[in-house]
DNA sequence: TGCATACTTCGTTTATTATCAAAGTGTGAA
DNA sequence: TTCACACTTTGATAATAAACGAAGTATGCA
């Protein structure tokens, strides 16, 4: 039994899926073909091998499937191997997303870490309304309509969008909320043209830019410190 | 790096050989074929890739090679890797050489817990005179002689072989000297024809028999806690 | 010296496993 | 319903590695 997981760990590409995935952070399976430096099919299979072995557990959200590691024991356990390999530990892989690409795109609006803020500091500045209901959509105050239109975000032709405007998503990878809908993919798009970040990867990670870093303090008052 | 690591200890062959060394005694290559159930030439191939990779460490002497864990570091991480299979630790596959089988033979001498324990009460007793010299030879005391005779040991004809009569043989896996030479190889011939003793495995390992342990008490006053 | 034992190295066969492209499944958006 | 996308499954090929016996090296003992 041990030698089962032992090997599942020991192969190269799915070793460097699991110490990607060693930040804690979920992944997606063409995130981590990438970061394997695989084929998406092979990944797939290395992948359901991990899974079947109880080293990383699989959600489902949508079109896309995160991956995570399946507890603390499996990242005890990497940890253990790396000081037998003399790596002085939490030494990736030079290819391996890092924490400073810290944004993700979710569909087409921006969640993790950047999404997360962005929406939390929204909802400080009172420009939501709403959000605690059965779906967790938002509506926006006087405020929240005059700063987003200051921002170039066209709001009447958001709403008639044959989709919801704005809810609370939740980023399971951050558990925590950032913004969906209309909205939520309108801030995307004013971000990315105004260069505050730029796609990165299999582009569904951002970076954030020096620019970005600037004028989300300078409008909304935001310190990022990455 | 971890890779290698990995799937190092992934073979199964290699796994059982590592598990069954995680109880800090050091073996030999062929006590490792038999826990690995393998052809020596295939142990062999197998010690030497765990000895590369830094896993075991290796230490001749005389004939014999004796394999060890390499360090606390490969004990943790097996122990952290056995957490993930599910097994409660220490549960080693049925046909490792328990602590039970706690003496060996030495050449054609008792070596092990045994031999170690032996050793110490006879000299416990003061039947054996010297040691401490430059090659650890010991000569026997008026009551050595008696016991030993008793035993039906024919003291005249073993010191007539052309071999070192006694001498504290160090038994480096036990880290305890036990008697070597013509004397040692006297005591487990005898101890083997008495029955206190019997061969197992590849008769390199000895059991205690319920008669040897209340034969030990009774002629030397050794209580082993088997 | 010669013989036995302990172990390793070599060479070959066999079994396993990683790989990818192509086809298939399921989901979201228009 | 259509398309695009994310991902998986399948099947065939190629690379890897484990197995053994036979031969070789080294040591202990007589």
Known sequence: MVSRIASAIGEP????????L???????STELAIVAEVSPSTASVHLNRLRIEGLIKLVAQGKHRYYSLAGTNVARALEALSILA????????????SELRFARTCYDHMAGTAGVLLHNRFKDLGWFIGGAGKDNSYSLSHDGEMAFESLGIDLKATRERRRRFAYACLDWSERQPHIGGALGSEILKTALKRQWFEPDLDSRTLSLTMLGKREMLRLFGITFNV
């Open 13 to 20: 590409a799915r070793t460097r899926i699991l110490y990607c």
């Open 22 to 28: 060693l930040d804690g952070h979920a992944r997606t």
């Open 86 to 97: 003399g790596q002085p530990r939490g030494k990736f892989t030079p290819n391996t997303p």
